[in-house]
């Protein structure tokens, strides 16, 4: 599904990203995990054509994305909900749901998505009509969530699933990505609470200081004694 | 450093070529029998002292003003009122005109300078409009004939210093080219101070100045007074010089924008307006002479160009780009400080944003 | 009596000419944050390019959009690709600087000063037999195509305002104006939408011209009066609000109309100055705008 072989990343003189490889499958969950700052977002970003590499390769299904603009690779069906979500705040909920699906291909497909998206996550259907900057913190990011779906993605890359969020929130979002998942949709979701995430992702890995240091399955690295010591205060 | 020092530096380039300069722009007026070109040379060094004052507030310190033409035509108008009804020397006029100017220009700049970006030259086209409207209709106040749209033609009142008339054109050129040196030793001095350097952190980033402790306010309102105190001194020369003084070609925005151009396309460092007027003013000069009276303005189609071009490709003004190219020639005569040209200073970051 | 009510008639229809005139600008402002100092002199383009249309070729000027507007909405999405976009995307990049703003500032001395050239610096009359045309209600007169240009105008901003959000280009428009990045999330193309706004913006502009030419001389200068009310307008109504450029256009027709009438048309000019630098010291936010 995503192959990425060694990518190079920087803001402007700092380099953030120093040869990052990873892979998603069909159908699988894989997680992106590490301390505050050390480069999942900008991972993302790179993926999705936010951010240009420096060097480096990706691909998707034989496609090269590597030198792809942000609205071309999500024509290809690669969808990121970025850090902080970035709805449009004076837009209603139907409408952010709308934009989500711009493209000719969703747009044909819009009215079922919207009704895919509102049985994932009922509450929106029942905010439909309300602006996205008045919702709360757990709506908006269902609402962001929502909206990647709406470009009926591959691959779905989630940025801080659980920031920001009530425990019992988190676990909803949690349960309404299982259903995504049953869909067919690859998800490669960034999370900062390590514990959580390796026990939900098929497979995972740990990003240090922009490097990837560590990867397996979840249960390989909820085992494992440096994850252990640095991020689970084991 | 003495004078002896001086001497034995000239045989380098890099003191020969600005010692040339300057004994050329000395002697200009002997250089040359047709009036025509004394007078461009009297408009460019014009442009430069405008284009300098302009600068502090809107080079220096990040605050773009399209406006200007208000604080010229308050001096240039004050100093005119004192010289047709009270008999006021110029030279005394003109520091008259110059405090009133600069005193509306803190008046004016006070509550703007908590503006940012476009609102803050949103604003400064406001007052120059406001300006503009206000002497275009008003004919008198009390006894003083102000004569409104009509503009006012300064009498003759005797070749002489003391009524700064002359019948030629040469002390004209002497006067405005001391002013220009006045003018580029004053923003060295701002430039190369600590006000200097506030005004330079506020014009990179006010938020940031501000956490650093300088007063933007306060920082503002200086440049202001002293930027329109040079428009002013500017404006009571314009009037003498060209002897007729008029909302339609004083107060205008177009010349606002004219001398703001000097300075943006030159570039925000004291040299930059200079550089700015010599470049710009023959053109606008050498249309007015050649086309007449029918195409005013049509300069500013070159206008225009150049300045959508250096936006476009040089955004920090020419001057970066002039002296890379001086520094260049500096090193090809053999100047041995210049040898390493390449790494002398990067290009300051101008109005047009920045090369970072 | 009558005079207070036409003079409120007359300013109601001005103003809503003035907002189709500034909604244009809050347009492009709300998109890509950009004050468009050179809105008045492409109103001068629009001008003449109808003006030649109705005195060379004949048409009737309310007809003239059918082929100006296609034209140049083109032109504005080329400048806006070719000129604008290189320079707003090295501010985006570098930030800070007032580069865009002075681009449209050379774009304007450009403009403006070539029209000059081409077209001679003469006051042009388009006199067609709906000029002179009035209707006499009572003792109140209105003058026909100012009637026409007051309601075609609101018709227009309507249908602006149904565009922008019930279409789905409309809504890529406005969502582009609230993130510039996300949208690039969606598939969609931030500076192709850029290029469209200012394509609108000339639509809007041309179609003003269309109802402005029965009225009003056309000159190389023509535009600056209208740009500098409708900095005023779209500052007053807050900037990159669409509604706010209308109830702009509408407070400054009225002040403009009742105060020419009562006093002089220099004061009512003085006027909105004092109201814009009010505005703008005061509410910068609009007068419907937070804080
Ligand atoms: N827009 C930016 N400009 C400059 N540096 C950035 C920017 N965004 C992130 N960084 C830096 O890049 C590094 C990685 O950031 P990020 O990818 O956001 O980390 P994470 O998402 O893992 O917390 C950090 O050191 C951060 O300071
Ligand atoms: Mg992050």
């Known amino acids: 599904m995503l192959q990425v072989n060694k990518i190079n990343a920087s803001y402007g003189e700092v380099k953030v990203l120093h040869d990052v490889s990873l892979a998603v499958k069909k159908g699988e969950v894989v997680g992106l995990v590490g301390a505050n700052g050390a480069g999942k977002s900008t991972t993302l970003k790179v993926l999705s054509g936010m951010l240009k590499a420096a060097s480096g390769e990706i691909k998707s299904e034989g496609v090269s994305l590597t030198e792809l603009t942000a609205p071309q690779i999500v024509a290809l069906g690669i969808a990121h909900v970025p850090e902080g979500r970035r709805l449009f705040p004076m837009m209603s909920v139907e409408e952010n749901l709308e934009m989500g699906s711009f493209l000719p291909g969703p747009k044909k497909a819009r009215q079922e998505t919207i009704e895919m998206v509102y049985s994932v996550f009922p509450i929106l259907k029942e905010r439909h009509k309300q602006m996205a900057g008045t919702l709360s913190g757990g709506e908006q990011q269902m609402l962001a969530i929502g909206r990647g779906l709406m470009s009926k993605p591959k691959l779905l890359m989630i ?41 939900f992702v098929d497979r995972a890995y740990v990003l240090e200081n922009g490097q990837v240091v560590l990867d397996g399955t979840g249960k390989e690295l909820l085992a494992n004694e440096h994850l252990k010591k640095a991020y689970l205060g084991l | 450093m003495n004078e ?40 460019v060094l014009l442009f430069a002292v405008m284009g300098s004052g302009w600068n502090i507030i809107a080079g220096f310190g990040g605050q773009l003003s399209l406006g200007h033409a208000a604080f010229v035509g308050i001096g240039a108008y004050v100093s005119t009122l004192l010289f047709v009804y009270l008999d006021l020397t110029p030279w005394i006029g003109m520091l008259v005109g110059a405090v009133v100017s600069a005193i509306f220009g803190v008046i004016v700049g006070y509550p703007c300078f908590k503006l940012k970006g476009a609102y803050y030259a949103l604003a400064t086209i406001a007052y120059g409009e406001l300006v503009r409207i206000f002497i275009q209709n008003t004919n008198q106040i009390g006894p003083i004939d102000l004569k409104g749209a009509q503009g006012i033609l300064l009498p003759i009142k005797g070749h002489s210093w003391f009524w700064f008339q002359f019948d030629t054109k040469a002390p004209y050129y002497y006067i405005a080219l001391v002013m220009m040196f006045l003018a580029i030793l004053l923003c ?21 100045a501000a956490s650093l402790g300088v007063d933007s306010s306060r920082m503002k309102v200086y440049a202001a007074a002293i930027s329109s105190f040079v428009m002013g001194i500017a404006g009571t020369f314009y009037a003498q010089f060209l002897l007729y003084i008029g909302p339609q070609s004083l107060l205008v925005d177009t010349f606002s924008t004219e001398i703001a151009l000097v300075g943006i396309i030159g570039g925000a460092e004291v040299m930059g307006p200079i550089i700015g007027a010599f470049l710009l003013t023959p053109i606008s000069e050498a249309t007015r002479i050649l086309l007449g009276g029918r195409f005013i303005g049509v300069h500013l189609v070159v206008y ?53 | 009596m009558g005079t207070m009510t036409e003079a409120t008639i007359n300013g109601l229809f001005m103003g809503s000419l003035y907002g189709l005139i500034a909604v244009g600008l809050s347009l492009v402002f709300g998109v890509m944050k950009v004050v468009n100092f050179a809105h008045g002199s492409l109103l001068t383009i629009c001008m003449y390019a109808v003006y030649y249309l109705v005195m060379k070729a004949n048409w009737n000027s309310y007809l003239t959009p059918i082929l100006v507007v296609p034209l140049l909405f083109i032109f504005g999405y080329v400048v806006q690709s070719k000129i604008i976009n290189p320079v707003l995307k090295r501010e985006f990049e570098l930030g800070g600087g007032h580069a865009v703003i002075l681009l449209t500032v050379g774009m304007m001395l450009v403009m403006e000063n070539l029209c000059l050239l081409f077209f001679g610096a003469y006051y042009k009359v388009a006199q067609v037999p709906i000029s002179s045309l009035t209707l006499n209600i ?10 026409i ?12 305002y149904a565009f922008l959000n019930k279409t ?7 969502a582009t104006g609230q993130d510039r990045e996300a949208v690039r999330l969606m598939g969609i193309n931030d500076f192709k939408i850029y290029n469209i706004s200012f394509g609108i913006c000339f639509i809007m502009l041309t179609l003003a011209a269309a109802l402005m030419i029965p009225m009003y001389y056309v000159h190389p200068s023509a535009g600056k009066i209208f740009e500098l009310r409708s900095f005023v307008i779209v ?34 000019e003085f006027l909105i100055f004092l109201v814009f630098i009010l505005v703008l010291l005061l509410k910068p936010n609009g007068l419907l705008g937070k804080k």
């Open chain 1, 159 to 199: 940025d801080e699933v659980s920031l920001g969020l009530a425990p019992v929130l988190v676990e909803k979002i949690y349960s309404m990505i299982e259903q995504i998942k049953k869909q067919d949709i690859s998800i490669l979701l960034v999370e900062q609470n390590v514990y959580l995430c390796l026990n």
């Open chain 2, 4 to 43: 002896k020092n001086i001497i034995a530096k000239l045989r380098y380039p890099s003191y020969y070529i600005p010692a040339l300069a300057i004994l050329i722009l000395i002697f200009f007026p002997f250089l040359t029998n047709n009036e025509y070109i004394v007078q461009v040379g009297i408009m």
């Open chain 2, 188 to 208: 060295y001095k701002i430039k190369n101070s600590k006000f200097g350097y506030y005004l330079a952190a506020i014009g990179d980033n006010q938020d940031a």
């Open chain 2, 304 to 356: 225009g160009a150049i300045l959508m071009a250096v936006i476009t490709y040089a955004p920090s003004g020419i001057l970066p780009y002039l002296k890379k190219v001086y520094y260049k020639f500096l090193a090809l005569l053999g100047d041995p400080q210049y040898q390493d040209y390449r790494t002398i200073k990067a290009p300051a970051k101008g109005l047009g944003g920045g090369i970072k």
């Open chain 3, 138 to 147: 009572g003792n109140i007169v209105i003058s026909v195509p100012r009637m």
């Open chain 3, 149 to 160: 240009a007051g309601i075609v105008s609101v018709i227009l901003i309507f249908l602006l």
């Open chain 3, 168 to 174: 789905d280009m409309g809504k890529a428009i406005r």
């Open chain 3, 235 to 268: 500052v007053l109504g807050g900037l990159g609000s669409l509604n706010g450029a209308f109830l702009g256009g509408i407070i400054i027709g009225l002040i403009e109309s009742v105060t020419a009438q009562f006093l002089s048309a220099t004061t009512a």
